[in-house]
């Protein structure tokens, strides 16, 4: 049952996150923002969102979940709202911020409840469903998005998923249970078999390659999700009443990536989850690859959607290998310290692909950008990978 709630409740996130991206192309034009303005725009969410990592962590492990994940959806859903009354460039990027800041309490709690609730060979398949939301939020907000613009403007969009965010935050409240005493124990004790503080988890070289990864990984996750309405928009030409439907593609193939990289995460290679990530990562780099060199739009579309296969798939299996690094009593701290250089990722990969736009009227420089930063994600992995074979052999 958590697990549902937990899920509805990211299923709602990656609408309100999306759907900027979607209308970014209106919200340009409204607003006279040019592509670099827009890249702050989307990193302002990620700068919140970055804020709220390690203290809302700190809060869900001090008074558990459920309390916690109701506030958050209540006050991110004000500051969806608040986006459609924006008024200027600086106006913007602050709502943006606090809205971050809102869905940022969210996440500690969250994996918090997947690590109390499941062992760490079902985590990965269970990570992986509860993650579905991130690639099916987009498959659905693209259209949905595309559609609200049509008919409400762009303002009226954003009023209309906060009412939504409302509504499950009330059904949060009253039917999402509270965590039980009863809670999976996580061994990560020491040779002298005392539990690690959270300064002896920071020492160990897998926790940075873990930390490493994320922050890699999310500069092709956040420039992928933040940018490509805008590149089928702009450079293939496909007009807003087409771009939600085809800008859905690669995030449905991300569903069925998750679900697939989870299973195989969970079974055949619970043993070599990292290389797992990693032969994904870099398949994804060959797609994105492909995706801007193709010449025409159902090989570019392919190409991403294929490249969003490996791109979600590998969610599932990171965040069971980091939560069996970490103790019982401190998951929400330390899933919300990975979370933080993810978030750095975040931050840098829109501004980055956005000045990178701006300046050369093109988004190859922005793709090159993020195809390094998936093959600096497989090399932390595979070291991860090294890494526990020679502590395990």
Not at 97 to 118: P, R, S
Request: hydrophobic share 55%; net charge positive.
């Amino acid at each position: 049952m958590a697990l549902f709630w937990i899920w509805l409740m990211m299923f709602v996130a990656y609408l309100d996150r999306i759907n900027i991206t979607v209308a970014g192309p209106t919200i340009m034009k409204a607003l006279h923002f040019n592509h670099a303005q827009f890249g702050y725009v989307l990193s302002a969410f990620t700068f919140g969102y970055a804020l709220m990592q390690v203290p809302g962590g700190y809060l869900a492990d001090r008074f558990g979940p459920r309390r916690l994940l109701v506030a958050a959806l209540i006050v991110w859903s004000a500051f969806t709202a608040a986006t459609g009354l924006a008024w200027s460039f600086l106006s913007i990027v602050v709502i943006r911020i606090l809205f971050g800041v809102g869905e940022g309490i969210e996440n500690g709690a969250q994996f918090k409840l997947i690590g109390d609730y499941f062992d760490s060979r079902a985590r990965s398949s269970a990570n992986a469903l509860f993650l579905t939301a991130l690639a099916l939020g987009p498959a659905i907000g693209s259209p949905a998005t595309a559609k609200l613009i049509e008919f409400t403007g762009w303002r009226g969009l954003f009023f209309s998923f906060a009412l939504l965010g409302l509504i499950v935050a009330a059904l949060m409240y009253f039917f999402l249970p509270e965590t039980g005493t009863d809670v999976v124990h996580t061994d990560v004790s020491r040779s002298s078999g005392d539990v690690p503080s959270w300064q002896v988890i920071l020492r160990r070289p897998q926790t940075w390659l873990v930390f490493g990864t994320y922050m890699f990984f999310n500069v092709a996750f956040w420039g992928f999700l933040g940018w490509m309405p805008a590149y089928l928009s702009d450079s293939r030409h496909i007009v807003l009443k087409e771009l939600g439907m085809k800008a859905s593609l690669p995030y449905l193939c991300g569903f069925v990536g998750m679900i697939v990289l989870g299973q195989l995460g969970t079974r055949v290679l619970f043993r070599h989850r990292p290389i797992l990530i990693a032969a994904g990562y870099a398949a994804a780099a060959g797609f994105l690859y492909i995706a801007f060199k193709a010449a025409d739009i159902p090989h570019c579309l392919l190409g991403l959607s294929i490249a969003g296969f490996f791109l979600y798939g590998g969610f599932g299996p990171f965040w069971a290998i980091a939560l069996d690094l970490i103790p019982d009593n401190i998951r929400g701290v330390l899933t919300g310290f990975v979370n933080v250089g993810g978030q750095i990722g975040g931050f840098v990969a829109p501004i980055v692909v956005g000045h990178i736009v701006e300046t050369s009227k093109s988004y190859t420089g922005g793709f090159l950008f993020m195809i390094g930063a998936l093959v600096l994600a497989a090399i932390c992995l595979c070291a991860l990978q090294a890494l526990t074979r020679t502590r395990t052999s």
